[in-house]
């Protein structure tokens, strides 16, 4: 074995960025000695700003290129990567990063919006590798395998989670999707049969032909699709549905993900608020463009803008916007209590956390009288809108669902090589005008084609034949060792599944599937057979595509654990490697902010703990490590003393935080290793330990909960000062000196 062989452990942003400074510590000192080297790499929002501009930064301030170096480790058989969660940056939250880094002496740019000179052209292009789930794709080269652990889901039994909401007798909730002109009504795909490359041209009604994008790597048997959403057909279903929402007095709400689809979706949630404001903008157009108002940036950013204007013409506004807020239908709230609704940043309310929670509160969103009432959600594009639709028609018909008993919903997601829809930032365009925008091979030859209006919103998404092989491969290996019944989640019905299914029956005929249940159904079938499995208790696996990944992975442990943050997802790379990540960021802002405010972090890091027991047993079996074998068994069976004396977050100040929970899986943790008789040397290093700790429990909780209660300064929100956060995450000194002596 290597020695001291490495676990890049990232760090990232929010709340699971704090929690490192509380957790990591103690990961450190439990595998010194082991040959486990634990290395951290910053992959942060403001780490990848300052990765990607060094140019007039001092050599104190510049950082590697982490993400970069993490695509490369990826490639690699001795990867083992452990990711936390990290913000899949907006645009505001962009500019937001960026003026704190300005503010700390960074010599950065700002974003351009408009970009004028090929010098601010390519400071965006440069930020583009910035935005969004811009970290995915360059580490994700394998598939992905997420779902509960077992102690984990056996523990959500024994102590179902409280936050199911009954379904009233009637609910007005529903899924509001347009029914023509979305990307799913566009949609074609083909299967290339040579490698090349293409190219995206608009072609203008006079024949003129611009090229959008040129030289696109094409491999031989790679699915390649491309759709449009017509963006005045776009319009109108915004109207028509807030005037049905009125009408029917239910919330409005969008559901959308602007941050994985950081080139379309901020478009079409600008769309959403533009018509909802649409007074706003034809009485006072001229002057919010003056002040550069973008309504894809969101409400935040036209109240932040009207700022500068004269009092009175600032005034006319505010009272023109409460004019609408009062005529339209009731906004779904981000945070009823300051005012935030559901279109004030685009990345407030993402579809994959926001959607499943509407479902576990008994189909209701939050108002702007902090009660929960029913929504019309509205989803435009029926790619994955009608999914959602079937799942309330469920709960309509059958009711909440029971978490002591409901089964569990595994993943197998097609997500390698930039598979699907995060393969297409770069391939995502609006129309510059009207006519057609097609792709062309390297000979000129057209391969896919669409009309296109003015402003429509054209993409195009590639998916590889050797990840898709992998993935059939991985779904039928998951159904074989639990026996449980696996599901493609395949729409014949859309051009890029209808493909997609063609090559799942081409390649499970070379798997052994011999007393398997496999079988493949449309989402909407989907979703209909595997929740009439959960309701009767029976496991299920869903094998989907990479979008739908994200979706489900949500969906099922929001319903059946409270919260996704608990599951294990575990990627296998197809170069054999590993990457571990640990579950899902959606609530780390809020953590944040009460954090600040009261010192008190609730951020679970079950998730964490998971994933680390998975990336143990990686580097146990790839490095023949018996040392890493027994930390991922003693660590897994602490997780399950963690849970069954429920020592995750508290909610309330002045009570078990998250600095406290890792300090008890800490201590059960040596108590596992006290107790084990494989390994003497650190049985005998951790039986001093564990009788520390546990003397020590009622000092050290006293000690942590005692630093609550008043508000903490960590020097920045995107790039907090690592001296004060890690001050400020471990306020035990009784703690810090038992593990500074092991």
């Not at 059960?668 to 520390?692: C, G, H, I, P, S």
């Not at 003397?695 to 907090?720: A, F, H, T």
């Amino acid at each position: 074995m290597a020695e001291d062989a490495k676990i890049i452990y990232t760090e990232t942003d929010e709340a699971p960025a704090l929690a490192t400074h509380s957790l990591l510590p103690i990961l450190q000192v439990f595998t010194k000695g082991s040959g486990i080297e634990l290395e951290t790499w910053d992959i942060s929002l403001s780490g990848r700003i300052i990765a990607n501009f060094p140019d007039k930064l001092t050599e104190e301030q510049k950082i590697p290129d982490y993400l970069r170096m993490c695509g490369e480790l990826c490639l690699e058989l001795s990867a083992n990567l452990v990711k936390l969660p990290n913000i899949s940056a907006s645009i505001p939250q962009l500019k937001t990063a960026i003026a704190e880094l300005q503010d700390k002496g960074y010599d950065i740019p700002d974003y351009p919006d408009e970009p004028a000179t090929d010098e601010e052209r390519e400071v965006q292009v440069r930020y583009s590798r910035v935005l969004g789930s811009a970290v995915n794709p360059v580490i994700r080269e394998g598939n992905s395998d997420r779902r509960s652990a077992t102690a984990v889901k056996e523990h959500g039994k024994r102590n179902p989670h409280r936050m199911m909401q009954d379904w009233p007798d009637v609910s007005k909730t529903r899924v509001g999707h347009m029914n023509s002109g979305d990307f799913y009504g566009s949609e074609v795909a083909v299967t290339t049969t040579e490698a090349g490359t293409a190219a995206i041209e608009f072609v203008a009604g006079d024949g003129t032909v611009t090229v959008l994008k040129s030289g696109i790597p094409l491999q031989a048997g790679e699915i390649i699709d491309c759709a449009v959403m017509n963006v005045r057909m776009l319009r109108q279903f915004f109207a028509d549905e807030m005037d049905k929402a009125k009408a029917d007095d239910v919330l409005l709400s969008l559901h959308v993900k602007t941050t994985m689809m950081r080139v379309s979706d901020p478009i079409i949630f600008g769309h959403c608020v533009s018509v909802f404001f649409q007074d706003l903008f034809q009485k006072h157009g001229e002057v919010l463009a003056q002040l550069a108002v973008d309504p894809d940036n969101g409400v935040a950013e036209l109240l932040t803008k009207i700022q500068a204007l004269p009092e009175d013409k600032r005034a006319e506004i505010e009272a023109d916007i409460q004019v609408i807020y009062d005529n339209r239908p009731a906004l779904s709230m981000v945070n009823s209590s300051r005012g935030i609704t559901n279109l004030h940043v685009p990345s407030d309310t993402i579809i994959d956390a926001s959607m499943p929670v509407i479902i576990r509160d008994g189909g209701r969103s939050w108002g702007p009288d902090n009660e929960l009432h029913d929504t019309v959600a509205l989803i435009p594009d029926r790619s994955y809108a009608t999914l959602y639709q079937a799942s309330i028609d469920d709960c309509k018909e059958h009711g909440a669902y029971d978490p002591s008993t409901i089964g569990s919903v595994a993943n197998v997601g097609l997500m390698a090589q930039a598979a699907e829809e995060y393969g297409s930032h770069d391939k995502t365009f609006e129309a510059p005008g009207n006519g057609s925008i097609r792709v062309v091979d390297a000979s000129g030859k057209p391969l896919m084609e669409q009309i296109v209006e003015e402003g429509d919103i054209f993409r195009m998404c590639q998916t590889k034949d050797a990840p898709i092989q992998d993935w059939v491969r991985l779904g039928v290996a998951r159904a074989r060792i639990t026996g449980q019944a696996a599901i493609f989640w395949l729409d014949p019905n859309r051009a890029h599944d209808a493909e997609l299914i063609k090559k799942v029956n081409q390649y499970l005929p070379s798997h052994d599937t011999t007393g398997l249940d496999i079988s493949t159904m449309s989402p909407i079938d989907a979703v209909r057979a595997t929740m009439a499995r959960s309701r009767a208790g029976q496991d299920t696996i869903a094998v989907t595509g990479n979008v739908l990944r994200d979706y489900l992975t949500d969906l099922f442990p929001i319903l059946e654990l409270g919260t996704s943050a608990k599951m294990l997802s575990v990627v296998p790379l197809l170069n054999g490697g590993g990457l571990f990540e640990t579950g899902a960021g959606g609530s780390a802002p809020r953590h944040v902010q009460q954090f600040l405010e009261e010192g008190h972090l609730r951020w679970d890091s079950l998730g964490e703990f998971c994933a680390l027991v998975a990336s143990f047993e990686h580097f146990g079996e790839a490095l023949n490590s018996d040392k890493a074998r027994l930390l991922a068994e003693t660590l897994d069976q602490a997780i399950g003393e963690h849970l069954e004396y429920q020592r995750a977050p508290s909610r309330r100040v002045n009570e078990l935080d998250t600095r406290g929970s890792h300090f008890y899986l800490a201590l059960y943790w040596a108590q596992m290793l006290a107790n084990q008789n494989k390994d003497q040397e650190m049985q005998t290093r951790f039986t001093e330990v564990a009788r520390q700790l546990t003397d020590s429990e009622e000092k050290i909780v006293q000690e942590l909960n005692d630093s609550q209660g008043q508000p903490v300064d960590i020097g920045g929100y995107y790039r907090p000062d690592s001296d004060l956060a890690a001050k400020a995450m471990r306020p035990s000194a009784t703690l810090n000196a038992i593990l500074d002596a092991i």
